[in-house]
Structures are given as C-alpha cells and as structure tokens.
C-alpha cells in the first residue's frame, strides 16, 4: 500500500520574523502544497519471502531422487525456481535500504537499514507516541548518515532537510525499508514555509502507517486528520522544523497542520 499526504505552504501577512522573538503575527496557508508518499517494501516482500523459502526447501529436498504420481521431481523444481526468479524480478525494489526522492530539487539516497540502525539504534527509538527532540548525539550521528551520500556541494543547504527526514523517520516508524518521493509545489527559502511543508507532509505520511492516529482508509480521496491526531502532527512537525531551522517560533508548522 502507498500513503500519500499533502500540505500547504504558509504566507506572514503581518509579524515576519519578529514572530521567532515571541511577538505575534497574522499568517494564512494557502493552495501550494508539499506531497509525500510513502510505501514499505515489505508490503510485497513476503511473497518474496514465501518463495525463497519454498526454493531453499526444495534445493534440500531435490538432492534426493524420487517419483511423484509418476513424474520426476526435478520437474517441479524447475518450475519452483522459474517463481524464484520471476518474483525476484519483479521485486528489485524488495531489498534492505531505505529510499528517499527529493524530487521538486533533485536529489535521490538510499541507505541501507542495517547501516541507519547500527547508527542510530542507541538513541532508544521509535518514540511515537511522544513527538521528541533530536538531541546533540543524535545531529552528530545523522550526520554521519548524510555525510555519507555524497551530497553534492551545490546544494548542501538543503543537507538539513535530509537530516529532518531521517529523524522523523526512525523516531516515528524505526528501521523497517522503505521509499519515500517528495514533490513540492512550494519554492525553496522565499519564505513561504517550504520546510514546514515538507516535515508535516512527511509526518502526516509517517503517522498515518502508524496506530497512533485513527483514519478511515477505506474512504475514497483525501481524508483529514482528527483534533487530536492533528496535535500529534504538528508536535512532530515542529521537531523537524528545530532541526531545519534551528530554533523556530513554531508558526510555520502549525499554519500548516491546520491550514487548508
Ligand atoms: N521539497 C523539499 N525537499 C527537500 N527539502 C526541503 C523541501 N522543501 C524544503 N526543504 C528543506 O527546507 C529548507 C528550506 O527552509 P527555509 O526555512 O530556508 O525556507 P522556507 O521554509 O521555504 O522559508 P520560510 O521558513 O522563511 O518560510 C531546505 O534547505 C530543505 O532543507
Ligand atoms: C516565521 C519563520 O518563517 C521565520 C521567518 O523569518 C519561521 C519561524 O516562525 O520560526
């Protein structure tokens, strides 16, 4: 199954800035969105699974010569491993890494998980539940894992965003495999909340796999996010947002959880 979830950019109409010194400002969403989708791959792996077992049962059993209802056995083996190799085929993206798309700015990683979990298994996640800072330990050891993609210098500044990603990941779903494509309407740096987008677009996915928040998935089109799952949401928002922007007023994300 895929998740996809939206969010909207913001506008200051009055208090830009001065609103990260606690002074008050007036700010509206409006219809340029951030869109996050979202698809584990074990959502096909355990057909993959089913038929590795099946051919490591057989490659046992096959040592051993015998009849079946008049037919040699070595048949049904052929047939087993053409399964093995078409669902191998069909599966190439069934294997260990998380995947992230950055789209709308060019920039694709993979890691694998077995590399995010010995870096970052310590740190004592997934939270969930309880939206949690990214602590002094856990930037270094991100950035580590950011360091290791070979970010092009060019666009280094979006590096933070990477950083945001991995912590919203792991501390709401852990290590689980999976790829994530990020498009965006919403330009980057002009002030039109483009971080914000994406870390609630990007939690909304993450929480919505998750059985913290309750969504009707049987309805058709987009569904909305109940009061209290909504506060869940922009907690873990404002948690990516600190590590994007440092130390943010919180405006930006909470215009983006509520807004349109
Ligand atoms: N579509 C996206 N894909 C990846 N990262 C993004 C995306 N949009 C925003 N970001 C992250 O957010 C950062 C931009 O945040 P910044 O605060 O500089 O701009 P803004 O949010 O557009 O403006 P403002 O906060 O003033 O409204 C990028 O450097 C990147 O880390
Ligand atoms: C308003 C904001 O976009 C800063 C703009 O100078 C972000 C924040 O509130 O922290």
Redesign the pocket.
Known sequence: MEIKARAPG?IILAGEHAVVHGSTAVAASFDLF?LCSLRFHSDSGEAYMNWVDLGLLEMVIGRYPFYIMGRWVCYERFLLWMGVFVELAYNGENDDTLNLS?K??GLEFSWSVGRIREALSHLGGPFLSTPTSCSTEAVRCIAALVEEQNFPEAKI?????VSAFLWLYTSIQGFKPATVV?T?D?????????????CVSLTATLLAYSDSVSLDKNQQGWLAYGDSDLDLLNKWAFEGEKI??GKPSGL?NTVSTYGM
């Open positions: 913001k951030t950055l709308s700015v500044g979006l590096a933070t965003g990020v965006s919403l330009p980057v740096g002009a002030g039109l909340g483009s971080s914000a987008a994406f994007i922007h930006d």
